[in-house]
């Protein structure tokens, strides 16, 4: 049953801006939006998440729509080392659990 | 620098052979996690311990055992190894807050079971 739906794959070149959309349109209001990204042979790797309003840090960018059904990570000057599979997650507040779906495989080229 | 370490990067065992994967967190933090991650299904929790001594099924704890004897350390137990538990095992650990919260993971343990 997954809560998160994302593309399978997207590519982008070097330097410009990596914009990962993600659908979650039956989140609930007591639900976070996390992402979390995998390099590979590593483990994941926590980068934002936000509740409504948009995040920003020094890995990445969160917008959320107004209505929340939805979002997009930005990498807003993607390397080669920003190649990894993405992950969106919802997850309810006061829950630890967090629950993987497929994930987005990026990857950044020359 | 935070840490979470599994002690084996490679792990090769033998069909039937008790297998022990151990995860040792350095952040202090109440909650630990065991995942599976296979190709084409993705990341799949196997337990997770919110204390010292508790313990949660998650998703896929059939054939697997924990133990959580103190709060640093997570150990997952193959009780009987078979082939169909070759897997990249990760481990991780969470602060216990009102859910607002990031995991930390391990580098993985590749196990073969042959």
């Known amino acids: 049953d997954a809560k998160t739906t994302q593309p399978p794959s997207m590519d982008c070149a070097e330097g410009r801006a990596a914009n990962l959309p993600c659908n979650h349109s039956t989140i609930s209001g007591n639900e976070y939006v996390y992402w979390y990204r995998q390099i590979h042979s590593q483990g994941p790797q926590y980068i934002i998440h936000?509740?409504?309003n948009n995040e920003t840090n020094e890995m990445a960018s969160l917008i959320i729509t107004e209505d929340r059904k939805s979002s997009t990570l930005i990498l807003p000057h993607a390397t080669l080392r920003d190649t990894a599979v993405y992950y969106c997650i919802v997850r309810v507040v006061g829950y630890s659990t967090l629950t993987f779906g497929k994930g987005t495989m990026l990857l950044v080229s020359p | 620098d935070v840490k979470v370490t599994q002690s084996s990067r490679y792990l090769v065992k033998r069909t039937g052979e008790k297998v022990f994967l151990e995860c040792v967190q350095d952040m202090d933090h109440e909650n630990m996690f065991w995942y599976r991650q296979d190709p084409g299904l993705g990341l799949r929790l196997i337990y997770f311990?919110?204390?010292?001594?508790?313990?949660e099924k998650g998703d896929i704890p059939e054939g697997y055992s924990v133990s959580r004897e103190k709060k640093e350390r997570f150990s997952l137990i193959l009780e009987s190894a078979s082939t169909n538990q070759t897997s990249m095992y990760l481990c991780?650990?969470?602060?216990?807050?009102?859910?607002?919260?990031?995991?930390?993971f391990g580098q993985g343990t590749r196990l073969t079971v042959v």
């Open positions: 991780a650990s969470s602060p216990e807050s009102l859910g607002n919260t990031e995991a930390f």
């Open positions: 936000g509740l409504k």
């Open positions: 311990s919110y204390d010292v001594k508790m313990k």
